[in-house]
């Protein structure tokens, strides 16, 4: 069989004023790169994610529950099947075995998808009760879905199907996590964040504390480019030094007026570590979280403004956290 379910979890970015949880790969949150094919029942899953590193096993995301608006939490999942058979089949997504308790699995009707061709769409039917507390601050949980290929519009007569699982890790900031740095802004300071250029031509670029938006009263910090002919991408960036720790965690509100081409990016030493697959929408503050590597400076680049051609763009960072354990 030739059906091809390529699913890319590149991300996942918790809404902390209007949007609730935003996936794309999902971050989730954020913060294994995978790769993963299995053949069952006709289909073959392909999961592409974090980079640099890839690996044989299913995605697993990380989100911090400290904050956020909604007490649901409602998880976003990016999807891309290809349909290489012979003829086309109608596809749904749903759960393929029942989910731990404060989830509820949705199933998704996804349509039909003729021969040689492909949708990417968002799965959105997986929900999770914010844990009220986490004892020892961590809590990992996995759901088990199931995509499957109809040969009706009614999806009553099956072709195939395969299922994956994915893993959730919340994480209670307040609970077991030693805090290594908080950068709030608050005492009117870049709190030694400076900025960086990654692309593009001349460009004025300023980063000050600014108190119009924030997380945090009364101080986010802002981030503003602007250019003449050409445009260009521009990063918040700091160095962390993460000693010896068994787990180390960044986790920051983010902010743009110019969110493009992939961005928030997140960058460790000027290697891309994490880029979600399609684009958040614009003056939302975001929540993500990803994890560090331990032992090491890590010098951190968060691109988050995209500036075309005669234009100025700004972001705005704030309640930026380093948690680690022993």
Known sequence: MRIAVVCSLIGLFLGLSTLAVFI?????????????????????????????????????????????????????????????????????????????????????????????????????????????????????????????????????????????????NFIDRTSGWIILEVDNFDDGTTEDWTWTTVSGGSCDVSITPYNNLYRSFPFSLRLSASTGWGGCVVAFRKTFSIGSVSEAYLVFSIRSERFANGLPEIRFNGETFFKPDATPLNNIWYQITVPLPPSSDVMVDIVSINVPSSSTGHAYLDEVYVIVKP
């Open 24 to 168: 794309k790969g999902s971050f989730p949150v954020v913060a294994e790169e995978v790769s993963h094919f299995q053949k069952k029942n006709g289909f073959s899953v392909k999961w592409m994610g974090f980079l640099p590193d890839y690996r044989d096993d299913y995605p697993e995301y990380y989100i911090v529950v400290n904050d956020l608006r909604y007490d649901q939490l409602r998880m976003s999942i990016a999807l891309k099947i290809v349909n290489q058979e012979a003829s086309g089949y109608y596809f749904k997504v749903e759960q393929h075995s029942p989910p731990p308790d404060g989830w509820t699995i949705e199933p998704q009707e996804i349509g039909f998808i003729d021969k040689d061709q492909s949708i990417t769409f968002v799965y959105t039917g997986a929900v999770r009760d914010k844990p009220d507390s986490i004892p020892g601050g961590k809590l990992t949980e996995t759901i088990d879905l199931s995509v499957k290929a109809y040969y009706d519009a009614a999806y009553t007569n099956l072709y195939s199907e395969d299922n994956f699982t994915v893993t959730f």
